[in-house]
């Protein structure tokens, strides 16, 4: 149950459980950070890790754990958050659990784009940003272009048209590889399956940034997506303005897509499972885009911790993957025996 | 009362003979263009052979350049695009009758990152250079995988609705895909085996695989033919088609056999090829009308005729070199796809 | 003059055009029903006096302006409407769906005010579904479910309220129970505008009568005054007789029975 705070003519309504919830999944987040700056050549236990990050360390761990493992960990989490927001947005405006980015050509086209500047133009890591950011954002411009219909644009149309994006381009990027030398088609494959290997602050400043300036757009919009989930003509009568909104929240969701693409790679099903996960722990209706959030972080920050201790080296998309198609089987599965979508 | 009800079908009869023997005559000119297309498949490529010494390479190998690249690279490349065209074509449209969606296509349905993840394996851990292991495994990955989607889509009450399937099958093949990512990138040998097979292509397998796969197309073919009447039932909704004497369940199920065994046996065959049993179907439907007995078919015909398109159009585009018909199709699929969204023949969920 | 007007409207869905130089004007306090044949544009009317459909040409006026130039939430206080299928967010309970009502009146720091609770709490009385706030929607009756997105319209506390086919899909005495709902709401002073199918209902219960064919206005008044066997032989196609109702005095419908006619031409 909800409780409001009043004070004169303003009101603020928040939900007990779902801040429950956020914190929880915050420290969930902050403590598989913890461990992964731990872990390493040279293991840190996870109390000097904290002294360390409180000043408190000594010389050599603290440059260990700020400068080389720290920015991993900041951009596991802040990767997460933004996946976690994106895919709450495009599964609200879809109605459906399954319009996450990565099914629908976003982030592939973020691959698309990395492709072009590792195997083909040989740009560093500036340009291979700035390709995949392009990759998602043309991608994203083009399937709406496509969707626009008689004044709007249907989300169930979007996600169609989005996966019929995603297998042309998925034939491109297979192109690609198969045109490229063997060791950078090597390095490039490393980087479609999403990895945290060597990050940097030089990855985490730069998507910080940008989230300080998407998140808060997002959160702002977050009402209106509400008000989107009961219909466009019922969202409209109630003055939303619906295609506007609509327009907006995409671009939105690209951007966040894209940054996170960006900074670790197209990994796969956070941005898919993170907002289902988290409304089932809230136990809310709604997108929800901030519980989604942290449910992200959380999954990409432990999904790291778990990259890094199997014994085999394997990047973070290969488990969020497994993990994920766990998730989506039962998904799947639990709402046919409800006999909805 | 009964007159004019008994009239009306009698009017009706010649026109109805006329139009059959229209689409009968579409069947032949289809048989042609295939005789012509599997001819221009033999004679275009990185070297053009007149057609003249196309017929006496295969009749009189007489052990020249051209006689050989003919018989060892053309003819089964040709043969090749045939049998795998005709598997995709049907099964498509199988897929698109059974699930009453046009979106349904066996690529989106996870047959091919069933069939990737099995041959990533054999890659990594089996250590064999035979292509007929391959196949096997591709046949089995494509198989398994066809299954776990239409397990999974189907699950419950809601059953097998066009949305779910689709769904089901994009969330599986992102599951192969992130799986066959782990394997692939445990070494650069195994890598450098897979990203080669990952692109459909018809270029460079031995009539082998023709031979050993070609039994299964076939009794795939059969079957999946047989099925129009019933499907013809079925297409009329799941209560009428029960009420006209077809069962439901025995028809999804011989169907789902019948394209797991086309489509997994071509994805063997030539690796993933996307689009081509999406597109095919669509396109006889808006010529013949959603009769599967013409539907079948056609699809069966005009498939392996755009397939083999595609391969010349590879291998002429780009020559000297060539470019994988999987790459070509899916370049020309995909736009087909987005197109029929756009125009509204998506089903709703 | 009127606060709900429109003029010369040309609508259109792509190319296809509905209807052409249509003006209407629905009389302040009226429980204002359109009637037609399908596609005679009653529903295409509806969703441009609602403005979720642009017109091609001409305008919508609300209180003498443009409605589609005024702010999308003052609008929303003063105009509200219940889809034809109305979606529910899965798992929403009743009392949140009400809520959602309140958005024109809501801002980022004026989340839930007091005049909200009272307002969502009085609409769920007034349809009757007090009790059943804590459900969960989906697991309602389609009655229920209709007086349940009802209530939302009614949290949204308009003055004109716009129904689209409100008793579709509802067995009849759901639907003469939402009909009856909508009656009192009318009395209590609110202007309705519905799209109904059934010309009895709509006869029984609306203050004005607006009946449509091909995109283009028949007649319109008060059903008494204007439904005649002529009138709906010109609507809807159909021969006969038109009666007083014995429960309410207002003009009943009785289809010719064709069949005799049929027989008797045959022999």
């Avoid at chain 2, 009362?1 to 000119?29: D, F, H, N, Y």
């Avoid at chain 2, 297309?37 to 196309?54: C, D, F, H, T, Y």
């Avoid at chain 2, 349905?109 to 250590?127: E, K, S």
């Avoid at chain 3, 009568?209 to 196609?237: H, K, N, Y």
């Amino acid at each position: 149950m909800s409780r409001v705070v009043r004070a004169g003519a303003l009101s603020v309504r928040w939900e007990p459980r779902a801040a429950a919830v956020g914190v929880g999944l915050l420290a969930v987040g902050l403590a598989a950070a913890v461990f992964v700056v731990g872990t390493g050549d040279f293991p840190i236990s996870a109390p000097e890790v904290v002294r360390a990050l409180v000043g408190q360390g000594d010389q050599a761990t603290t440059f260990i754990v700020t400068e080389l493992r720290l920015p991993r960990a900041a951009v596991g989490l802040l990767a997460g958050l933004a996946l976690g927001i994106s895919g709450a947005i495009f599964q609200s405006m879809s109605r459906n659990p399954l319009g996450s980015p990565d099914l629908i050509g976003f982030t592939t086209g973020a691959s698309t784009g990395a492709l072009l500047q590792i195997l083909v133009f040989g740009g560093g890591t500036l340009a291979i940003a700035a390709g995949s950011v392009a990759g998602a954002v043309g991608t994203a411009a083009a399937v709406y272009a496509l969707s626009y219909r008689g004044g709007g644009v249907s989300g169930h149309r979007l996600v169609l048209i989005g996966v019929g994006a995603a297998a042309m381009l998925e034939a491109a990027n297979s192109y690609l590889i198969t045109r490229a030398e063997l060791r950078e088609a090597y390095e490039a494959a490393f980087w479609l399956t999403g990895s945290l290997n060597n990050r940097g602050w030089e990855h985490a400043a730069p998507l910080g940034w940008a989230l300080a300036v998407l998140v808060p757009l997002a959160l702002a919009y977050g009402r209106r997506l509400t008000m989107g989930e009961l219909g466009d003509d019922a969202a409209q009568a109630l003055g939303v303005p619906v295609q506007r909104s609509r327009a907006v929240l995409v671009a939105v969701g690209v951007g966040l897509t894209a940054v996170s693409a960006t900074a670790v790679g197209p990994v796969p099903f956070v941005a898919l499972v993170a907002p289902q996960l988290a409304r089932r722990l809230t136990r809310r209706t709604g997108p929800h885009l901030m519980s989604a959030g942290l449910m992200g972080a959380a999954l990409l920050s432990v999904g790291d911790l778990i990259s890094l201790k199997l014994p085999v080296a394997v990047p973070v998309g290969v488990v969020t993957g497994a993990l994920g198609g766990l998730y989506l089987v039962w998904l799947l599965a639990a709402t046919g025996r409800k006999g909805t979508t | 009362m009964s007159t004019p009800v008994r009239e009306a079908p009698v009017r009706k009869e010649p026109v109805r003979a006329a139009a059959a023997l229209g689409r009968a005559g579409g069947l032949l000119i289809l048989a042609g263009a295939l005789v012509a297309a599997m001819a221009a498949s033999l004679a275009i490529g990185a070297e053009n052979i007149p057609l003249g010494r196309v017929v006496d390479g295969l009749l009189h190998p007489d052990g020249s350049r051209e006689a050989l690249i003919v018989q060892d690279l053309r003819v089964p490349r040709t043969l090749l695009g045939v049998v795998v065209g005709a598997s995709l074509g049907l099964a498509g449209a199988l897929m698109q009758a059974l699930t009453r969606n046009p979106l349904a296509e066996p690529g989106l349905l996870g047959v091919n990152g069933g069939a990737a993840f099995a041959v990533v394996l054999v890659i990594a851990f089996l250590d064999t250079r035979t292509s007929l292991v391959y196949v096997w495994a591709a046949f089995a990955g494509a198989a398994g995988a066809a299954v776990l989607v239409y397990a999974v889509g189907s699950y419950g009450r809601a059953g097998a609705t066009p949305g779910r399937l689709v769904l089901a099958g994009a969330a599986l093949n992102a599951v192969f895909s992130a799986l066959t990512a782990g394997v692939m990138l445990l070494d650069p040998r195994t890598f450098d085996g897979f990203r080669f097979w990952q692109v459909g292509s018809l270029a460079s397998r031995d009539l082998e695989v023709v031979a050993q796969l070609g039994p299964f197309m076939l009794a795939g073919a059969v079957l999946g033919l047989l099925l129009a009447r019933p499907l013809n039932a079925l297409a009329l909704g799941e209560d009428a088609g029960r009420a006209l004497g077809v069962s439901p369940a025995r028809t999804r199920a011989l169907g789902a056999l019948a394209i797991v065994v086309l489509c997994g046996s071509a994805t063997a065959a030539a690796g993933p090829i996307w689009f081509l049993g999406l597109a095919v179907p669509f396109m006889v439907r808006s010529l013949v009308g959603p009769d599967q007995r013409w539907v079948l078919p056609y699809s069966l015909l005009l498939a392996p005729v755009l397939l083999l398109a595609a391969d010349i159009a590879g291998r002429v585009v780009a020559r000297p070199g060539e470019l994988e018909t999987g790459i070509v199709t899916a370049f020309v699929g995909a736009p087909v796809f987005i197109w029929m969204v756009r125009r509204g023949k998506a089903p709703k969920q | 003059m009127n606060r709900l007007v429109a003029r010369d409207l040309t609508l259109a869905y792509e190319q296809r055009v509905v209807a052409e130089g249509l003006g209407v004007e629905v009389p302040d306090g009226s429980f204002t029903v359109i009637v037609g044949p399908n596609g005679c544009g009653k529903s295409t009317l509806l969703r441009a006096l609602a403005r979720l459909l642009k017109p091609r040409e001409g305008a919508v006026f609300l209180d003498g302006e443009p409605i589609l130039g005024q702010p999308a939430k003052q609008v929303a206080r003063r105009v509200g409407l219940l889809p034809q299928q109305p979606v529910t967010p899965d798992g929403i309970t009743v009392a949140d769906l009400v809520a959602r009502g309140r958005y024109p009146y809501q801002r980022l720091l004026r989340q839930w005010s007091r005049e909200d609770e009272r307002a969502v709490a009085a609409a769920m009385e007034a349809v009757g579904v007090t009790e059943l706030a804590d459900r969960v929607v989906d697991e309602l009756s389609g009655g229920q479910r209709q007086r349940v997105w009802l209530a939302l319209v009614l949290a949204q506390e308009t003055p004109i309220m716009l129904l689209d086919e409100p008793t579709t899909f509802l067995d009849i005495a759901h639907q003469i129970e939402v009909l009856d709902l909508c009656s009192r709401l009318h009395e209590e002073g609110r202007t309705l505008v519905a799209v109904l199918h059934d010309l009895n209902h709509a006869c029984r219960y609306a203050t004005h009568l607006i009946a449509m064919r091909g995109g283009e206005i028949v007649a319109q008044g008060r059903p008494s005054d204007i439904v005649t066997a002529e009138l709906v032989e010109r609507v809807f196609g159909l021969p006969c007789r038109i009666i007083d109702c014995p429960e309410t005095g207002t003009p009943l419908v009785v289809p010719a029975d064709r069949r005799k006619a049929l027989t008797a031409g045959m022999l």
